[in-house]
């Protein structure tokens, strides 16, 4: 069983219209809705992938309710959300059918109070035990202490979980120091933290900083690792156009699957290459296109070394 | 007992944003969400001035219980929305906090099926023994056949009960012919039905055509009615600035009152201009500002003459 947590999770709402307007009136022509938050994304590429899933982070009002019906039927996905009285955000995209153009609107969310925060980490201790392996994703909801992830990654490893970190800002820089197994920040997010615009150099840093192994992603251009084990770079074999949002979180379940399988650093990073690429072809985030995976696993090129012993 | 019928009910979401731009990510500030569809509108205000009022139409979905939890806290509203397996409609409101501006995105609303118009009639013909007035209100959701109001018009008429019609089109002119005791078009209504843009034209016109009453709203400047008893011209005592969104919803709630009171026609008017007025200062359709209404009542000047006996 592997873990996820969401501690914003979200309905990510997608409407589509002939043509946006600021300051005119709109007939909606199509209304999809998905579970969302990172967090969930990943939970629902691992759970495609075939692993059993936990989810957890917290639920609130009828927004909430809708996420979890439509959670409870993802074959594969267990739901241990934790209720709040605050109602869950939505994230609504609105797409101009004209332009291909998406503007986006995205709700706070509901305020965290400190009950209903120790409440969570009571669920995440009593959840830990079972897990293999568990995830930390995403921005941190009002009212959730900005050391969160530090305290949930100790939380863990006191456990003996191994515990990958994808978030930015100061939640990444307070994580980072309590020592993770994996941080995944992009380019941007690892300059921020380290303060270095070289992937290189900023995921040497960021080492020196806490983290065990760093994955950085490079958008389309793939994957850069550095870990106890060795330094990688994959590299997906072609370029894809299409929906970026989610590639970052079929990474997550790429590296977080080949964590649990124990698999060596070039698989699991293949893996993570090419599901992030078969997503961008995905029409939303937390799915991906099966046949162009399995199509593109062998042809990612991993090139690097193991350490010394 | 007052009874509206919204067939298309939504529910009414204001996002403010500081600044809203095409093609660009926005964090809503302030989220709020009201039940909508001019009924019930309608049926708010008339619980505010005290009336009991019944509210038809359809329900479904996770946004159609949204929409009747918070009708459950309105005193004075019985639910009567019949289900459908569709969902209830979002209307989405984005304000933009620099301009003022207002950016609207509408939701197609559910498809409603034959068995689905059939269980509403059912309910609206059980309903109509045990009220003294009915308001049909607004536009049809998708799969409600476009002489719906004309059919809902003969019901009521043959239970003795009056009935106002408030909507426009197609769904306007057929309901026109089936003989409304009141419609109430604003004046691009009123010319899109009758070909004149002289409003006291249009609504000779529109009595030609079926209607006992018309009255004819002029924005900031009023009503004018054309009734058997006669006609008048009901004016504010003063403009004012603000959101004229549900203007027209309060003033059907005034007449729809004055109705069932069996107010004289001008006094009925003098309600509706003041309740209108009261509710461009709320900030959203549905409510008005007690202490202006009350204060305006006795300052609308209406002026006319009743029929020869």
């Known amino acids: 069983m592997i873990l996820t947590v969401t501690l914003n999770t979200a309905l990510d709402i ?9 300051h005119a009136a709109h007939r909606v022509s ?26 957890t982070g917290f639920t609130g009002g009828a927004t909430g309710r809708v996420v979890q019906e439509q959670l409870s039927a993802v074959a594969g996905v267990v739901d241990a959300l934790v209720p709040v009285a605050g109602a869950t955000r939505r994230t609504i995209a609105v797409v101009d059918d004209r332009t291909g153009d998406t503007t986006q609107l995205n709700e706070p969310g509901p305020t ?21 392996a568990v995830a930390l994703c ?37 994580g980072v120091a309590a020592r993770p197994d994996v941080v995944k920040p992009n380019t941007e997010e690892l300059a921020e933290l380290t303060g270095s615009h070289e992937p290189v150099r900023g995921a040497m840093d960021a080492r020196r900083r806490g983290a065990h192994a760093v994955v950085a992603s490079l ?7 550095v ?10 074999p072609t370029r894809v156009r299409g929906n970026p949002t989610g590639a970052g979180d079929s990474a997550v379940a790429g590296l977080l699957s080949g ?25 939303v985030a937390g799915e ?17 070394e193991a350490s010394a012993a």
Do not use: M
């Not at 409407?15 to 600021?22: E, F, G, H, S």
């Not at 941190?140 to 978030?167: F, H, K, M, Q, S």
């Not at 991906?288 to 399995?294: G, I, K, N, P």
């Open 14 to 22: 997608t409407y589509r219209v002939p043509a946006l307007r600021t």
């Open 30 to 55: 199509e209304v999809t809705e998905r579970p969302g938050g990172k967090g969930l994304n990943v939970a629902r590429v691992l759970a495609a992938l075939g692993h059993e899933v936990t989810v």
């Open 112 to 132: 965290v109070t400190s009950a209903e925060w120790a409440a969570f980490q009571e669920v995440y201790g009593e959840l830990l035990p079972s897990v293999s």
């Open 138 to 174: 995403g921005s941190l909801p009002p009212g959730v202490p900005v050391g969160a992830y530090a305290g949930l990654i100790r939380t863990a490893r006191a456990a003996g979980v191994p515990v990958l970190l994808d978030t930015s800002g100061e939640p990444l820089r307070r």
């Open 219 to 225: 958008g389309a251009d793939g994957l850069f690792a």
């Open 227 to 236: 870990t106890p084990e060795g330094r990688w770079r994959a590299t997906p």
């Open 259 to 283: 964590l649990a399988e124990h698999l060596p650093w070039p698989d699991r990073l293949a893996r993570a290459v090419a599901l992030s690429t078969a997503s961008v072809l995905a029409p």
């Open 288 to 304: 991906f296109v099966r046949s162009v995976y399995e199509e593109l696993l062998d042809g990612v090129a991993v090139t690097g």
